[in-house]
């Protein structure tokens, strides 16, 4: 399918009702996407099952209140740690149920690549929950790989090594395989396979050895060109024979114990999954046919997450279940290993997305609103007005419902007229203005006119982000959800509170970043995407909201513009009694550690402030009072949060 085109935002109609947290689930969408993890509770506040549907429930709104209180500000990740247990569980169930039907006697063990979140807690507690699963991890480079070896203390798990190897890297995975650890070394360029011979054989290791196939098949969604015959690692059909006669040569072809391939992240079509196991189950099939030892099937990522909830095709969705996911792997295996009569493997995934996407959302409070601003209509012009004047007033006046689509074209047409004359000097400022008026006044009459129509001209669409209100919001779009900067990807965002009531207003949401990109305007809708989100009129009282789904990449792939940098997280569980309790707690950055990334020694810029106080003090252009004030703050703002601070 094609990618999703935007849709207008139509008022959501309450027939003669009044607005309920139904209608905010339907309008956001938190059934579709939250997964049963995040719902809205009777009090208009998003509630979040962290175990799942049938699991213990808590008022997100509840946590982030009490959060400020102990004095942690927005903007915050909230990390849920009972996720991730679930993902993992259900991945793992959903194996088990495959097996049973398919009389499948291989076994699964799946890892979970770090890249996708390097943060030490997730890794941790990917460790902790994925123990009773022997789930491992998977490392893609060198400091990967440091970080992995030390992490993962039990032997029994995997360890996937990917990515492009040096010596030194190889080194380390074979030293570790000395240690008693599972690791496998996979081979993703033909000429690692040479360095992984002669470093095994010169520290004396039996080496676990895996080929990445290069598969004619492509994946689908917005990273398919990671996978097929252009992606860029991976080994040819005829590179692959090769390494096998090196390997029976050096009397090691017992060490090539797994295939693995790679369609890229996030697949949005089954088919394509489908079609890319066809073709790797009979390399592996014939792999085994030659001799190697191959007892590994390494199915690779790419499992998608839903995240607008629309179980399709779309970039930022998946039209299958994680179950459908697993069953054709399972289906795939067990069929050609009944006709080959090979033995059936045991299944890695790296899955990394489907596990962690979940568990964290950012909130942020909103800080401020720009609306644009209701002159009003002039009722008549002066009598030296120019003829565009009378005839954008004439066009504005005769609006209707039959002829806005017609009145929309002459009133850019007279706009723009009109700035052609003032740029001449036949029109004045104040002539200006009025026009602007005028404009701006047709606009949102149309927009109303629109908004009731079965059918809305393309060419109408974009009013909706003309007329939106800007909110101002404490994150910054490059630090925490970068992806939706780089990508367009979607990711869900709502209000965490007033959900019992309607959201009255549209808007777009601009970040704390000098920088014009920093903004969300592209948000899920029931259908396609909108490019303005429906909230509620900011009054200056508190108003929060949540960006959902962000636990993979979004941390790792966040950069420092303008300085700001991480965020506070905390790590929160769920009792049985619907308690949360808050494991940890991760102050973000402050001042003067993202200095210290750039380069700068904060004491050294003490230090040459106080100089030029010292100079200002001689000059008598500060006093001592205001000398001492401004050195207090300097330090103090050298050790707050990057982010803006609460009053008091």
Request: net charge negative.
């Amino acid at each position: 399918m094609s990618e999703p085109t935007t849709t207008p935002n139509r008022p959501v109609s309450k027939t003669g009702r009044a607005w309920s947290v139904e209608d905010s689930s339907d309008l956001y969408g938190i059934r579709a996407w939250g997964a049963g993890y995040f719902g809205i509770n009777d009090r208009g506040t998003v509630q979040v099952s962290p175990q799942g549907p049938a699991g213990p429930s808590f008022d997100l709104k509840e946590l982030i209140d009490e959060l400020r209180e102990r004095g942690l500000g927005l903007p915050l990740l909230v990390r849920f740690s009972d996720i991730i247990k679930s993902r993992l569980d259900e991945l793992n169930a959903a194996f088990q149920a495959a097996f049973e039907s398919h009389d499948y006697t291989g076994q699964y063990m799946g890892v979970f690549p770090i890249k996708v979140n390097q943060q030490r807690h997730i890794v941790e507690e990917i460790v902790q929950f994925g123990d009773p699963h022997k789930f491992g991890l998977e490392a893609g480079s060198k400091p990967e790989l440091l970080a992995v070896l030390a992490m993962l203390e039990s032997n029994e798990p995997l360890i996937i090594c990917n990515g492009y190897k040096d010596v030194e890297y190889i080194d380390l995975a074979l030293m570790g395989t000395k240690l008693g650890k599972t690791i496998v070394i996979v081979v993703e360029d033909y000429h690692e396979l040479g360095r992984i011979i002669e470093r095994s054989k010169q520290l004396g290791v039996r080496p676990q050895i895996g080929f990445r196939m290069k598969l004619s098949t492509r994946g689908s969604g917005r990273w398919q060109e990671s996978g097929g015959v252009k992606s860029k690692f991976g080994l040819t059909i005829t590179e692959m024979l090769s390494g096998v006669e090196q390997l029976r040569d050096q009397k090691m072809l017992d060490c090539l114990q797994l295939t693995h391939f790679h369609l890229g992240s996030q697949i949005t079509n089954i088919r394509s999954i489908k079609d890319a196991l066809s073709e790797a189950v009979r390399l592996y099939s014939e792999l085994r046919r030659l001799g190697a030892g191959v007892k590994y099937f390494d199915v690779g990522g790419g499992m998608a997450v839903d995240y607008d909830g629309s179980s399709s095709t779309y970039a930022s969705s998946a039209n299958y279940t994680i179950a459908e996911y697993v069953g054709d792997i399972v289906d795939a295996l067990a069929t050609v290993c009944e006709e080959t009569d090979t033995p059936h493997p045991t299944i890695v995934t790296e899955n990394g997305r489907a596990l962690v996407a979940h568990q964290s959302a950012l909130i942020f409070e909103v800080l401020g609103v720009t609306r644009p601003v209701e002159q009003t209509v002039p009722k008549e012009l002066p009598d030296d007005a120019h003829n565009v004047m009378h005839s954008l007033l004439e066009s504005y006046e005769t609006l209707s419902a039959k002829n806005y689509q017609e009145a929309y074209h002459d009133i850019l047409h007279h706009r723009d007229e009109a700035m052609s004359l003032f740029k001449l000097g036949y029109l004045t400022i104040e002539d200006c203005g009025r026009m602007e008026a005028i404009f701006w006044a047709a606009c949102r009459k149309i927009h109303k006119l629109m908004a009731a129509a079965d059918y809305v001209p393309e060419e109408l669409q974009g009013l909706d982000g003309q007329l939106a209100s800007i909110y101002a919001c404490n994150f910054s779009i490059f630090q925490s959800v970068p992806d939706c900067w780089a990508v367009d990807q979607l990711l869900p965002v709502m209000p965490i509170h007033r959900l019992d009531e309607e959201p009255t207003e549209r808007a777009v949401l601009a970040d704390i970043t000098c920088d014009s990109d920093g903004k969300l305007d592209s948000f899920i809708d029931r259908r396609d995407f909108k490019n303005t989100l429906e909230v509620h009129p900011f009054t200056g009282d508190d108003y929060v909201m949540g960006v959902f789904m962000t636990g993979a990449y979004q941390e790792i792939l966040g950069d420092m513009h303008n300085l700001f940098g991480d965020t506070n997280a905390v790590h929160v569980t769920v009792r049985e009694n619907g308690q949360y309790f808050v494991d940890h707690i991760v102050d973000g950055d402050t001042v003067e550690e993202v200095l210290q990334y750039v380069q700068y020694n904060p004491e050294e810029l003490l230090n040459r402030l106080r100089r030029t106080v010292e100079r200002g003090l001689r000059e008598g252009r500060i006093t001592f009072k205001e000398s001492a004030e401004l050195l207090r703050k300097y330090e103090e703002g050298l050790k707050g949060y990057t982010y803006l601070e609460a009053d008091g």
